[in-house]
């Protein structure tokens, strides 16, 4: 069992990225499939999560209305869009697997990918 984050990059403050998540040896339409990401010196924290074909969550407002989650099934892939990146967006972002709920708290998730790294310059 894999999860594979990839698409992160240095960009420009107000520019867009596209994060994805890749499943080996899962079909991420069984999980909900969260995207958490860690700036320097912070703490890990919940951005969003997808469950069922495509329901979807938003943690904290700073992402809401900037960043959307989608999955494509027959890539078994999620999606981590992320439009007019600002430079308090820096950070690694991971994805992770549960099996069935949706949440912020990190423990609850069952598989993590490696992560990867979103640098924005102002």
């Known amino acids: 069992v894999q999860l594979q984050a990839s698409g992160g990059g240095l960009v420009q403050s107000g520019t867009s990225l596209r994060l994805s998540c890749a499943g080996s040896g899962l079909s991420l339409d069984n999980y909900a499939i969260g995207w958490f990401r860690q700036a320097p010196g912070k703490k890990r924290e919940g951005v969003s999560c997808i469950r069922n074909r495509d329901e979807a969550f938003y943690y904290g407002n700073s992402v809401k209305g900037r960043f959307t989650i989608s999955r494509d099934s027959a890539k078994n892939t999620v999606y981590l869009q992320m439009n007019n990146l600002k430079p308090e967006d820096t950070a690694v972002y991971y994805c992770?697997?549960?099996?069935?709920?949706?949440?912020?708290?990190?423990?609850?998730?069952?598989?993590w990918g490696q992560g990867t790294l979103v640098t924005v310059s102002s």
């Open positions: 992770a697997a549960d099996k069935s709920v949706c949440t912020n708290f990190e423990l609850e998730y069952d598989f």
